[in-house]
């Protein structure tokens, strides 16, 4: 911190205020338009100074400047949630998991730990919402307003799904697995939020039942205490408060695989089809795609023109980034930026760039990665009417004095 901003702070601390002269200079970079005036940050039990969205249900975003790590930390980690029926706190004494269907050779009920008794492995993974940088749309849809704040990255810690999965003896003939949480719907016409995994997903070794996140117990609004964690996939399939799995010989057939959370068939190719969800005109969102987030500095910051530090971070399905550049032109010229050391494929890479000696005024600067498998991000919006998927580089205006 520079001494100026230092006294700055100080003086903001002596007031009372907890706004800190970066997090209110970011606020405005991170929302679309309609959301600023309503936005808000709170701090709620297990969470401090996230954005709020909408209350009920419980939709919040992290702010951009938390993105300069690696991992996300509990307390600042994202909330997204369907409907207004987030369980209460309860002992993992009396939490069941259940697997049935009509594709195991026999029902299941395990205990916590049941869960702690199988083989536990580790994995670094982004959960990001599809809908993350929906409100940047053009044309606006409708759905949560998220800036960019939809998402985050932590350590996630638990059994395989394959080897809680295995305690039920999958049949042949499976062809999902069905996940639902303990959350409630309000009203009978919401339906309840359950998604499916086409097998091959459901027994990879890194799709895990998480019991912990950053080496502690999941924050009740991000699943406590058990959820679903699937690398390198949209978020909606990360299923919080688990407690009922169905392994089936059948598609799932409700709202949330046939209607919501699908893109036009063609528009974001994949690796793995989730061909059993597929028509000819629409697919279920999957496979995250390659992105990339300037945390530092924010928009509307000053910055030294005799060399300032941008750092930030860059994801993408789990083939690992491989380059990200950086614009000081507002994408008219780009230069490599830095890559620190690899987490993990799954996980956010980080990135910085010292820039040298320039003229004072504004600029705009920008981002883009490049995954190792040679995916980019696009350079136009892919518009669709979920607003999923928007990876096209956002440019931010500083001031170099
Ligand atoms: N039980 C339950 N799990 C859920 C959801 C939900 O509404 N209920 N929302 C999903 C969606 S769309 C996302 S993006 C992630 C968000 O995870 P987080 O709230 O821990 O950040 O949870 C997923 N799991
Ligand atoms: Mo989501």
Request: hydrophobic share 40%.
């Amino acid at each position: 911190m520079r001494r100026r901003d230092l006294i700055a702070a100080s003086s903001a601390m002596l007031l009372g205020r907890s706004a800190s002269a970066a997090e209110s200079t970011g606020f405005p970079s991170q929302l679309p338009d309609g959301m600023r005036a309503i936005a808000r940050y709170v701090n709620i039990p297990d969470k401090r100074r996230l954005i709020q969205l909408t209350d009920r249900p419980p939709n919040y975003a992290t702010p951009t400047e938390v993105f300069t790590s690696v991992t996300t930390p509990n307390d600042r980690f994202f909330v997204r949630y369907h409907a207004d029926g987030v369980p209460q706190l309860s002992s993992t004494n009396a939490w069941r998991l259940t697997v049935t269907g009509d594709a195991v050779a026999q029902d299941v009920t395990l205990t916590w730990q049941d869960i702690l008794d199988l083989p536990q492995t580790d994995v670094v993974a982004v959960c990001q919402c599809a809908g993350n940088r929906r409100g940047f749309s053009t044309p606006h849809v409708p759905g949560v307003q998220w800036g960019d704040g939809a998402m985050g990255c932590a350590i996630w810690h638990g059994p395989s799904l394959a080897d809680v999965l295995k305690r039920a003896k999958v049949k042949d003939n499976a062809l999902e697995v069905w996940l639902g949480g303990e959350d409630t719907v309000p009203v009978d016409t919401i339906p309840r939020f359950v998604k499916s995994l086409p097998l091959v997903k459901a027994m990879d070794p890194k799709t895990l039942v998480a019991t912990s996140m950053n080496n502690a117990p999941l924050p009740l609004l991000n699943g406590n205490p058990a959820r679903l964690v699937v690398p390198g996939w949209t978020g909606t399939y990360w299923i919080k408060h688990l407690n009922r799995i169905e392994v089936s010989s059948k598609p799932l057939n409700n709202f949330w695989m046939k209607t919501a959370y699908r893109v036009p068939a063609g528009m974001f190719p994949v690796e793995q089809p989730f061909t059993s969800q597929g028509t000819e005109t629409t697919v279920p969102i999957t496979e995250m795609v390659v992105n990339s987030l300037i945390a530092e500095p924010l928009e509307g910051a000053e910055v030294d023109r005799a060399g300032f530090t941008i750092r930030g971070v860059a994801w993408d399905r789990g083939n690992g980034i491989g380059r990200v550049e950086v614009s000081l032109d507002g994408g008219k010229s780009w230069q490599d930026a830095f890559l620190e050391h690899s987490v993990g494929p799954y996980a956010f890479r980080r990135f910085m760039l010292q820039t040298t000696l320039m003229k004072p005024g504004t600029i705009e600067i920008a981002c883009r990665a490049t995954s190792e498998t040679g995916e980019k991000q696009a350079e136009t919006l892919k518009f669709n009417a979920g607003g999923y998927h928007n990876n096209v580089p956002r440019p931010i205006k500083v001031t170099v004095r």
